[in-house]
């Protein structure tokens, strides 16, 4: 594979690895064998970082038992979060805290070094500050973990965790429907900045693969934006799940997640990655999803 190649940019976002996770999954709870066959089948088509979080399950505890047996320690780049360290906390105990969900998630995946470590919740940041970012230089300091940053849902969370030299990486959603990193000018000024950045929610929780016409009820609502980027994508004999790694893969991110329910899945979104994209059709989607509906793109504000 060149050493330029996309595939290079890819992460396997482990969610799915040990979760019944996503709008349109249908393979029902995961298991260990599944998860190895999974883990396997990205190393052979040369995904070789995981994306991971202690709120997946069993994840942590599976990929590290996989590394384990499969002797596949060191050949991974592996990136987990920090869970939410809530309200209420002293500041004097921060890195206390901090310190033991690092050691936790070390021992799950079986890891001395963290490659990588993110502030799962950016409100984080805002309850605890330097405290916060003190914590985070004594985990870089002792050799615990070799890169931190935060992941975000919005462009002012990505450049305000930011502005703290410790945190010096963000994870943000970028898909089809969601150009706001791009479209803000965030995503230039992080890079010019050498923030690193990341991209997940590449398919929207498969939202990107299911039957316009019979939608789950709680993404009924999506319907007239789908059909919007249905029909944009048909002028160029396109669907959605045919470009949509491609569309971020083609934007300045070092790294993009992607999920999937099991090897098949893993093979056709690797297969599309490459695709190469029809001229202008990103600038056509910027245009057309300018202000894009957040009761669309944010999940966490889908219907119950």
């Known amino acids: 594979m060149p050493t330029d190649s ?17 709008i349109a999954n ?27 979080a202690p709120c997946y399950g069993p994840a942590e505890e599976w ?46 995946l079986g890891l001395d070094l963290l490659d990588e470590l993110l502030v799962h919740d950016a409100a984080d940041w805002r309850r605890y500050g330097a405290a916060l970012g003190d914590a985070l230089a004594g985990e870089l300091q002792r050799g615990a973990v070799a890169r931190a940053g935060t992941s975000v849902y919005t462009p002012e969370e990505a450049e305000s965790t930011s502005r703290d030299a410790r945190a010096a990486l963000v994870q943000h959603p970028a898909n089809l429907l969601d150009h706001r990193l791009a479209a803000s000018g965030a ?46 994508l048909a002028r160029h004999e396109l669907a959605p799940a045919d470009v949509a790694l491609a569309a971020v893969l083609a934007q300045p991110f070092e790294r993009v997640i992607v999920g999937a329910d099991d090897e098949q899945q893993l093979s056709t979104a690797v297969r599309r990655a490459t695709r190469e994209l029809p001229d202008g059709l990103l600038g056509e989607l910027r245009n057309a999803f300018l202000e894009p509906d957040l009761e669309v793109i944010d999940p966490r504000r889908w219907r119950a």
Do not use: N
């Open 6 to 22: 996309p595939l290079r940019r890819l992460s396997l976002g482990t969610a799915q690895l040990a979760l019944p996770y996503g």
């Open 63 to 108: 990929i590290g038992t996989i590394l384990r047996e499969r002797r596949m320690a060191g050949r991974w780049r592996v990136t987990t979060k920090l869970e939410s360290l809530g309200e209420g906390l002293a500041a004097g105990d921060v890195g206390e805290r901090v310190r033991r969900a690092v050691d936790a998630s070390r021992r799950r």
């Open 187 to 232: 995503l230039a000024r992080l890079g010019e900045r050498g923030v690193g950045l990341q991209a997940r929610s590449v398919f929207l929780q498969g939202l990107f693969v299911l039957d316009v016409e019979h939608l789950p009820p709680s993404v009924r609502h999506c319907r007239d934006t789908l059909m919007r980027l249905r029909t944009l």
């Open 26 to 52: 249908r393979a029902g709870a995961p298991t260990l064998a599944r998860a190895e066959r999974l883990l396997t089948a990205a190393f052979e088509l040369g995904v070789t970082a995981l994306d991971t």
